[in-house]
């Protein structure tokens, strides 16, 4: 398991670079996550963020887009307009969990 | 010190990939695969077109979008819940066949989370898929914009669709 270092935290990463130890993430590191793919964190961000962290506490995988809507209570296009592109691996990414695995 | 190891994410490439989808089929089951894949297309990046053709039309009609059905006539690929026996044709066309197969596969459906199709197509509007109905069908249905979702955006000839789609991957489902 690689270790890699984000601005002066180490973490454990996979291959692709997500974070493997859903402990080892703090709120410093989630902004520069952000930053290192190019993000910048609003308050609306966060709401997603924190969901994303206690969702994953709860139920032990990671939330998809359809649950980050019904269950978090974001729109699907505000998804998208807070995490351009890609956003079930990017907020996956910044919240240090990992892809989430379900197809919808 | 080296560069940390963080996800490409491809923002900078933005690699211009697009995918259409065309959607012919009216059964519940065949419905879901061009939204599945939709979902995922858009979920990655890549801009998403759905055409609606044929019987893939009744997924965008209002009045038929709630009511999609699914038989087992036809179909040898269906088992039984128990047992993974295939359910004999000769019993497929029976009455109540269709209703049972239907309720099985939604229920089937929604235990994965999976929504039903029109809420799908809500989310993959939302999630920036564009949405088209084949003026051909609408013809034979005599259809018009009014009685598809109000986020179709617009019925469109078979050259109009293959001008949208070029540089696409293409699908038929």
Not at chain 1, 17 to 37: C, Q
Not at chain 2, 25 to 39: F, T
Request: proline content about 6%.
């Amino acid at each position: 398991m690689p270790v890699t270092t984000i601005a002066g935290h180490e973490v454990h990463v996979d291959a692709e670079g997500f974070l493997t130890d859903p402990a080892e993430w703090n709120h410093d590191l989630a902004a520069e996550l952000a930053a290192a793919i190019g993000i910048e964190l609003t308050a609306e961000h966060w709401k997603v963020l924190e969901f994303l962290r206690k969702d994953f506490a709860t139920q032990g995988e990671t939330a998809t887009t359809r649950r980050v809507q019904t269950v978090g209570g974001f729109a699907t296009k505000d998804q998208f307009a807070l995490f351009p592109k890609k956003p079930a691996k990017k907020m996956a990414y910044i919240a240090g969990l990992p892809k989430p695995r379900g197809c919808v | 010190m080296s560069t940390p190891i963080v996800p490409n994410f491809d923002d900078e490439a933005s690699s211009g990939r697009k995918l259409a989808i065309i959607c012919s089929k009216g059964n519940l089951d065949m419905a879901y695969p061009g939204l599945i894949l939709a979902n995922a297309a858009l979920g990655e990046g890549v801009e998403t077109h759905l055409f609606f053709t044929f019987w893939g039309f009744d997924m965008i009609a209002k009045k038929r979008m709630n009511d999609l059905k699914f038989s087992p006539t036809g179909n040898t690929a269906m088992h039984m819940p128990v047992g993974d026996i295939r359910v004999p044709q000769a019993l497929a066309p029976m009455p109540g066949m269709q209703a049972v197969a239907t309720k099985m596969l939604k229920k089937q459906i929604a235990d994965l989370g999976v929504p039903e199709v029109p809420d799908f197509l809500d989310q993959i509007v939302g999630a920036g898929g564009h949405l088209w109905g084949c003026r051909m069908s609408a013809d034979m249905n005599k259809f018009t914009e009014a009685d598809l979702r109000d986020d179709v955006e617009g019925i469109i000839s078979a050259s109009d669709f293959i001008e949208i789609t070029d540089g696409a991957q293409l699908l038929f489902i």
